[in-house]
């Protein structure tokens, strides 16, 4: 089986943008992303966050069985831990 992996950076607030979002609701956005992964990623199950603090977390994330980006299709779901550090934005 092949599986192929993509990512992409998209703008935030494009020329003809219906909806405008401040520097806010981007930041908040994004520190949801980190806390919830599995609601963005299809291929991830579950995250807990070990740790946290004003600069960054630990978390540990739970990919569906056979999605581990890694892994063979078939495999056990498999559990990888991750250390996230945020910086704000200083705009």
């Not at 992964?37 to 291929?43: I, T």
């Not at 199950?45 to 980006?69: F, L, N, W």
């Amino acid at each position: 089986m092949v599986r192929i992996l993509a990512a992409a950076t998209l703008p935030i607030n494009p020329p003809n943008a219906g909806i405008v979002l401040t520097l806010p609701q981007i930041w908040a956005g994004l520190i949801s992303k980190c806390r919830a992964p599995q609601d963005f990623v299809k291929a991830m199950e579950s995250c807990a966050i070990v740790d946290e603090s004003e600069t960054g977390m630990r978390r540990v994330v739970t990919y569906k069985k056979g999605q581990h980006p890694r892994g063979r299709a078939g495999e056990e779901e498999d559990d990888v831990q991750e250390k996230i550090e945020l910086q704000a934005p200083m705009m």
